[in-house]
């Protein structure tokens, strides 16, 4: 039997989502909590590995198991082992055809930005504060520059093992609301800090360092050495993962805090 799981957790005592042999991964804690639940070995595979100190809102993933249990038993025997900072939202028996990386058909990323003159003790480890003046509308337009397919070498990190550069974003915006910026982007796939890349890219033209135009001259580009820093990781949240309708999964609970 194959087991689809919906996931949340904060990323900030994690080395990423991947089981670590040094280190402490997402993988590993939820994988010994339902290991309790189905009283065997079990292997996660997730939609999308996050980096160190990356957050995940609506990431999925699937195991396999002999063991049958409730919907409820899977997700109240795993919650009760994992700890406070990783949850399952949700747990569906689905066919052997679903595969949590595989049959995705696009994931969605928020960055959020704290834009004002004082830091935030509270968000220190879910936003980016950048106390610069930043202009959202300049940096949504410039964005739309990256929408398509395209080659994005020049946003992708040079530890990236990704087999080709190429990536479809379809869609991507900035909007602000108050002192808060979130940079939204939903593509078929993501290369290693492609995200952080644009963001630390858009952030650089919002502040007025950079002319609009200049997110697509990166682009074409492909030279990673011309773009913007990196963004911090703690201010990236996987907020979605989206598959065809045939497998019938649950909805994000999640999204209806946008």
Not at 17 to 40: I, P, S
Not at 51 to 63: I, K, L, Y
Not at 210 to 228: F, K, N, V, Y
Request: hydrophobic share 40%; net charge negative; glycine share 6%.
């Amino acid at each position: 039997m194959r087991i689809a799981i919906g996931l949340e957790y904060d990323g900030t005592a994690y080395n990423g989502w991947q089981r670590q042999r040094t280190g402490h991964g997402v993988q590993a804690c939820v994988e010994q909590a339902l290991e309790t639940v189905a009283n065997h070995p079990v292997e996660v595979v997730c939609a999308g590995r996050t980096d160190t100190g990356v957050h995940a809102s609506g990431q999925v993933a699937h195991f396999d198991t002999d063991s049958e249990r409730e919907p409820r038993s899977w997700l109240l025997g795993a919650n009760s082992n994992l700890p406070d900072d990783v949850n399952l939202t949700w747990t569906q028996a689905v066919n052997d055809e679903f595969h949590a990386r595989y049959s995705a058909v696009s994931r969605s990323y928020r960055y959020l930005i704290l834009n004002r003159l004082q830091r935030s003790a509270l968000f220190r480890h879910r936003a980016w504060w950048v106390h610069a003046d930043l202009d959202a509308q300049r940096m949504h337009r410039a964005a739309q520059a990256l929408v398509g397919e395209h080659d994005f070498s020049a946003f992708r990190a040079a530890g990236c093992q990704a087999k080709t550069p190429m990536r479809n974003i379809q869609s991507i915006s900035v909007t602000r609301n108050s002192d808060w910026l979130a940079v939204e982007v939903t593509a078929n796939a993501f290369l290693m800090h492609m995200v952080r890349n644009i963001t630390g890219t858009l952030v650089a033209i919002g502040c007025g360092e950079e002319g609009e135009a200049w997110a697509g001259e990166i682009l074409d580009s492909r030279d990673r050495t011309r773009a913007g820093v990196a963004a911090p990781p703690h201010g990236l949240t996987l907020t979605d993962v989206s598959y065809p309708a045939e497998f019938e999964l649950p909805a994000n609970p999640n999204l209806k805090l946008r």
